[in-house]
Every structure is written in C-alpha cells, then in structure tokens.
C-alpha cells in the first residue's frame, strides 16, 4: 500500500528548531514533486515548501530562509528543517505530493511553538 508517514513535530519555544520527516512507502513518490504542507486551526492548508525530482526547491515568504526541505532517495523520505520556529508557525505538518492527492494524506504531525 503506498502511503505517506509524518513525524518529528512536537513542543518547540519560538526561535527554535524541529525536523520533520516523510516516510514513502511507494518508490513512485521518487520521481515526483513532494510538497510540505500546513494547517492551523481556523484556516486553510497551505503548502511551505516543495521539492521537485530533481532537488529545485520552493518556499512562500513566509517561510523562506527559515525552513529547508531535502529528500533522501535511498531512504525515500523527504525532510523538512525548521529553524526560527514563531508561533504562527504552530500548525499541522503534512507530506504529500505537488500538487496534492487526496488519497495520501496521512494523519500529520502536530508542531506546537510556545514559551
């Protein structure tokens, strides 16, 4: 069964650091644009950061500079490095492709940033 697992969010005080991690279980996602995505409460999911196939990367300005996403093609996972966490940032994290399928969606890992 292809599949996408998220994990690594946790607690974090603002201006601190987490990475998430994707795990893929289907070789197919090797060859396609993966895409990090959000969602908080009350508003709509957004993508913060993509990856094509080839290593080109993309991210909106509310998070560039600040998180970085790699992908691992002997371990086909896809990574997303957060630093200078703020507690906007506090969402959801889900992995997918670029654009999204509904049928990947997994459950998310959940970021929380507080003091």
């Known amino acids: 069964q292809v599949q996408l697992v998220e994990s690594g969010g946790g607690l974090v005080q603002p201006g601190g650091s987490l990475r998430l991690s994707c795990a893929a279980s289907?070789?197919?996602?090797?060859?396609?644009?993966m895409g990090w995505y959000r969602q908080a409460p009350g508003k709509q999911r957004e993508l913060v950061a993509r990856?094509?196939?080839?290593?080109?990367?993309g991210y909106p300005d509310s998070v560039k500079g600040r998180f970085t996403i790699s992908r691992d093609y002997a371990k086909n996972t896809v990574d997303l490095q957060m630093n200078s966490l703020k507690p906007e940032d506090a969402a959801v994290y889900y992995c997918?492709?670029?654009?999204?399928?509904?049928?990947?969606w997994g459950q998310g890992t959940q970021v929380t940033v507080s003091s």
């Open positions: 289907g070789r197919i996602f090797s060859v396609m644009t």
């Open positions: 990856i094509t196939n080839s290593g080109s990367t």
């Open positions: 997918n492709l670029d654009p999204p399928l509904a049928v990947y």
